[in-house]
């Protein structure tokens, strides 16, 4: 078997840069998404670096209102569909088949498709700024009719996303159907571990929304060049119908980037706490309410618009619902966690840092939710800081404490816990220096999306600028700590960790290229 | 918040960073949203502070669990784990819980909510327009109307100069409404979608293209309001404030008096008697209208906004001419000069165009042509 096993990989694996392009090996593309997520965002970051460049002081001295209007526009691009969204597919790709007993994703070639799709339609997107006229200025949210004004990186952008969307979905569908077919005979959906059933229900929610987000752009490519009026109100179009469809792609968007975090969490701390995680079955109950709610909360984004007010209180009623459920979950960390047996390894940090700094950000959501007060706060600073509380802090940082809990896995070799840990403590602490003070200067009047600001502002930026700088920079140590884990280091055991659950532990570390053949067995119970 | 040790340790760490700037705001800190001057902002503050207590409670609580189990619960201590994993009475808890505690929230918000969207019995009626990039206010029935633009001069924004105390949020013509009388907003965009903010009236509503939207204010106190747009409206958007002056009913009445006067004499139209070097001079100035998006030397930005220099509309026949700055361009940022420039100074601008920024057309623009065209 073994030897047939090696005569199998010499004949059909190129090796160099081909076997990474022909690949169809799930750890491979898994790594291809992971590395691709990483350099994405170290490119939104160097964009977030320029815009915090501007904002330190009062006054323009880096780049003109325009090339700043770019700047926050791709930063937002970049990261949620370069950096959070492939992030996550990484980690599917790595875990989800060793996780659930699978010798490899139901759809290979499919896979390869959905990974090499990105490259290309970041080229185009990012070669927009390089266009006349530089690139996309309207924001992420692309609202017509600004995004009718543009340049020709406004439809670079449109094909772009197409694209994006595409690798979406089909990677989406991917999983699907590997968590449907291809499980182990013992392991059923209620064995399963939570990040895999976060990812299921994330997988779901792609598959619903990245065409409604399709038609929303193609819609704005016909306005632009071939003569409908969607959201011209010129012809009888309507410029809030973009926002509905926007949001409605939007909100669930806003899950399918924290969903797989909570997954992640979910897998970590039990593991350093030493103790099963509490109510599996709650877990699971309140991810499918939130995915359930994420469909009917849109125009939270919109209350400024001038909707009813039956359509207002409607949409404040069911935002606020939200934190039923996601205040489920984040009791059953908390109680994962007590009376448990904790150690505090560089993964643990990050997940202890996620419940914390992800709840904070989850509680100014609930204050965005109460709409009258969102009259003050909607499209300010206060905003900037809800975001990235829960994309950061939550997103961000779960896959770097995913990454420190799975690399000796990966790798074979255990990371530099002493750099890890400082790496932890240097991103947490500049993280909270640059956002803290964006509450204080929301709350204070200043509006989002602005490249100079009145002097009332100016203490608090100067801070968040030098807490961006240092975040900023901080990164690059996670990147040498990566680096040097691949690279050697001491050899990490199978389990690696103190008796983790999962079936992934049960592998060699590093795992043979091709893991579970023969589905495992005795797969325990987890309710 | 120890509010005096801060600022200082800040000027010690910063020192040499701040070069650029005006030390003199340097103490205002704000944290909160600020001082209510409406029945409406002062509801949304105390419901904020309300709801932010709340959540600060549970945040305390929460972590207090969670801080005690890192601190107590630890490996290196020598405590063993338990092995409990679910309960169903406590999930139901603490799923009724929270929900009793939102519907505790839901009710001062709803009765806030109605109060705010109350758009009826108004005093006046104002109605507010977003351009690309200031603010167009209209006295509805009153005949009275004009352009607020951004009054920070550019030397100050690049630098050149110290800023002044209301940097980036003065304007050449503030906003007047009367105290104690509820004033009623009508807001529509021409270009893109903007948003009238003006924090302390706890008002923000977006400035739609093809909507109306409503919103109303009552001020309490005779003073100076200052805002911004919050909606990303292009490359300007950081820089077209909104200025409220309250005035009391009394002062109001005057003032709008004379504006009706100023600007029924303004209507009449202007003797020809202008030489071309009187209307180069005037058109420099108004010119000052077109930089933010043909920019100071009139090229444009490639690929957004169409040059000045060598321009075919500028070089061509002036009718052409006159109709684009007229009447803008539907779909652009280029709006209808004619609800904002007197004919003076659309025939000054154009004349400026024509003889200056590279263009040698030699040719003169008079008030009556453009008040023809009206």
């Known amino acids: 078997m073994a030897t047939a096993d090696a005569a199998h990989q010499e004949h059909h694996h190129p090796s160099g840069l081909m076997r990474w392009v022909f690949t169809t090996n799930h750890k491979d593309i898994g790594t291809l998404y992971l590395v691709f997520a990483l350099t994405m965002f170290f490119i939104g970051g160097a964009m977030a670096m320029i815009i915090r460049a501007e904002l330190f002081v009062p006054g323009l001295q880096v780049v003109n209102p325009h090339l700043f209007n770019q700047m926050t526009t791709m930063h937002a691009l970049v990261m949620v569909f370069g950096a959070i969204m492939p992030g996550f597919v990484g980690f599917a790709n790595w875990m989800v088949p060793m996780m659930i007993g699978a010798p490899d994703m139901a759809l290979p070639r499919l896979n390869n498709w959905s990974f090499w799709i990105l490259p290309f339609a970041f080229t185009l997107l990012l070669s927009g700024l390089f266009t006349a006229g530089g690139g996309p200025a309207a924001g992420w949210t692309l609202y017509a009719p600004l995004s009718t004004q543009g340049g020709m990186s406004v439809d670079m952008t449109i094909f772009s996303v197409h694209m994006l969307g595409m690798s979406s979905v089909l990677g989406a569908i991917n999983i699907i159907v590997t968590i449907f077919n291809m499980r182990a005979p013992e392991m059923s959906l209620m064995r399963m571990p939570l990040f895999v059933w976060t990812w299921l229900i994330t997988a779901f929610l792609l598959v619903a929304v990245m065409p409604v987000l399709a038609g929303a752009v193609t819609m704005l490519l016909t306005d632009r060049h071939f003569g409908t009026a969607f959201f011209d109100p010129a012809g009888g179009g309507d410029p809030v119908l973009f926002q509905h469809i926007f949001w409605f792609f939007g909100h669930p968007e806003v899950y399918i980037m924290i969903l797989p975090a909570f997954g992640i969490i979910s897998e970590i701390i039990p593991t350093f706490s030493r103790k099963p995680l509490f109510g599996y079955s709650s877990m699971v109950l309140a991810t499918s309410a939130i995915a359930f709610l994420s469909f009917i909360v849109w125009a939270h984004h919109m209350f400024t618009v001038g909707m009813p007010l039956t359509g207002e209180l409607f949409f404040m009623y069911s935002t606020m619902l939200i934190a039923v459920p996601t205040g489920v979950k984040v009791f059953n960390w908390v109680s994962t966690m007590w009376r448990g047996s904790m150690s505090f390894e560089t993964p643990m940090l990050f997940a202890v840092a996620v419940v914390f700094l992800f709840t904070l950000g989850g509680l100014s959501g609930l204050m965005l939710a109460i709409t009258p007060a969102d009259f003050q706060y909607h499209d300010t600073y206060f905003v900037v800081a809800h975001f990235h509380y829960v994309l950061f802090s939550g997103s961000a940082m779960a896959m770097m404490g995913g990454a420190y809990y799975w690399l000796p896995k990966w790798t074979g070799h255990m990371y530099d816990e002493k750099l890890g840990q400082l790496h932890f403590w240097l991103t947490a602490i500049f993280f909270n220096i640059t956002f803290f003070p964006q509450h204080f200067l929301g709350l204070a009047g200043m509006p989002r999306r602005i490249p100079d600001y009145a002097l009332q502002f100016t203490e608090f930026n100067v801070i968040s600028s030098i807490g961006a700088f240092g975040l900023g920079l901080s990164q690059i140590l996670f990147v040498y700590v990566v680096f040097k884990c691949v690279r050697g280091g001491e050899k990490a055991t199978d389990e690696v960790w103190e008796e983790p659950r999962g079936l992934e532990w049960t592998l060699p570390s590093p795992p043979p290229y091709h893991t579970f053949e023969t589905p495992p067995q005795n797969i325990p119970s987890r309710t | ?374």
């Open chain 2, 1 to 374: 918040m120890v509010m005096s040790t801060q600022p200082r340790w800040l000027a010690m760490f910063l020192g040499a960073g701040l070069f650029a700037t005006s030390m003199g705001a340097l103490a205002e800190w704000g944290l909160n949203l600020p001082p209510p001057v409406t029945p409406i902002a002062a509801e949304i503050l105390d419901l904020h502070n309300l709801i932010m207590l709340i959540c600060l409670i549970i945040f305390i609580v929460v972590f207090s669990f969670m801080f005690y189990s890192v601190y107590a619960h630890r490996k290196s201590k020598g405590f063993k784990a338990a092995q409990f994993h679910e309960s169903t009475t406590v999930e139901i808890v603490w799923t009724i819980i929270p929900f009793l505690i939102l519907v505790g929230m839901a009710i001062p918000s709803t009765a806030t909510l109605i109060r705010m969207e109350d758009t009826t019995d108004a005093d006046l009626t104002v109605k507010i327009t977003g351009y690309q990039w200031k603010w167009g206010y209209e006295y509805m029935g009153q005949d009275v109307s004009f352009f607020s633009n951004l009054a920070t001069p550019a030397d100050q924004i690049l630098n050149r100069t110290s800023k002044g105390e209301h940097y980036l949020l003065e304007v050449d013509k503030p906003v007047v409404l009367p105290t104690n009388q509820k004033v009623r907003f009508l807001l529509t965009a021409s270009d893109v979608i903007h948003s009238w903010w003006v924090p302390k009236l706890g008002v923000k509503k977006d400035a739609i293209p093809g909507y109306i939207n409503e919103t109303w204010t009552y001020i309490s106190e005779p003073g100076v309001y200052r805002g911004q747009c919050t909606e990303l409206c292009g490359k300007d958007h950081g820089f077209m404030p909104i200025v409220v002056e309250a005035k009391s009913p009394e002062d109001f009445a005057a003032w709008l008096a004379e504006q009706k006067q100023a600007q029924a004499a303004d209507a009449e139209p202007v003797a020809d008697a202008l030489d071309k070097d009187e209307l180069l001079a005037r058109g420099a100035d108004v010119y000052q209208n077109c930089v933010a998006c043909h920019g100071t030397e009139g090229k444009g930005v490639p690929g957004i906004f169409p040059a000045i220099h060598g321009s075919e509309v500028v070089n061509g026949p002036v009718e052409q001419h006159l109709d684009v700055v007229m009447n803008g361009k539907p779909g652009t940022a280029m709006h209808p000069f004619k609800n904002q420039l007197s004919d003076l100074d659309i025939a000054a601008v154009i004349t400026y165009q024509r003889n200056s920024l590279g263009n040698e057309n030699g040719d003169v623009v008079q008030p009556s042509q453009v008040h023809a065209l009206r």
